[in-house]
């Protein structure tokens, strides 16, 4: 049973950190500022990193927590969880808060040549950043609860 929760906190996380760096990196939000005639619209787009930039840090995070837990082992291995689960948390967090109007918050930060701009956001990339988030947040506090007793690397390698 222990290697399976092992197993299963590794690849959450990895999971997780994936899908967070992935999610950071597409079109979160398009802006349109219509400007006066003869003048074109100019559009521009939102990444999820530039609307939230902790997101594909957590995802680093989140993917480097994924190796560390295989590395190490007893209150080393639970303090790697606790890491975990802050940046899964911040994860969630961050891809929450787009959802609720972050977007639009960071839209306006972005330099318009005149007119209104007009913000058209997508749910789907901070949805999924929401889940990647909650899954990590549970890879993380997996690991602090049973990580203790998980198998360990061999001892083979280290100094006496």
């Known amino acids: 049973m222990t290697s399976r929760e092992l197993t299963a906190a590794v690849l959450g996380s990895a999971a997780a950190g994936g899908l967070g760096s992935f999610a950071g990196g597409q079109t979160w939000a398009r802006v349109v500022a219509v400007r006066p005639e003869p003048l074109p619209p100019v559009t521009d787009?939102?990444?999820?990193s530039s609307a939230v930039p902790l997101v594909?840090?957590?995802?680093?995070?989140?993917?480097?927590?994924?190796?560390?837990?295989v590395a190490v082992r007893g209150s080393g291995r639970v303090a790697v969880g606790l890491l975990?689960?802050?940046?899964g948390g911040a994860l969630a967090w961050s891809?929450?808060?787009a959802l609720i109007g972050g977007l639009e918050a960071a839209a306006a930060e972005l330099p318009?040549?005149?007119g209104t701009p007009v913000v058209e956001t997508s749910?789907?990339?901070p949805a999924v950043t929401v889940v990647a988030g909650l899954v990590g947040a549970c890879a993380g506090l997996l690991t602090v609860l049973r990580g203790r007793h998980w198998p360990a690397l061999g001892r083979r390698y280290e100094r006496a």
């Open 112 to 114: 318009v040549v005149g």
């Open 56 to 69: 594909p840090a957590a995802g680093l995070v989140l993917l480097a927590g994924a190796v560390a837990l």
């Open 123 to 125: 749910s789907g990339w």
């Open 45 to 48: 787009v939102l990444s999820g």
């Open 95 to 97: 891809g929450l808060r």
């Open 84 to 87: 975990i689960a802050a940046a």
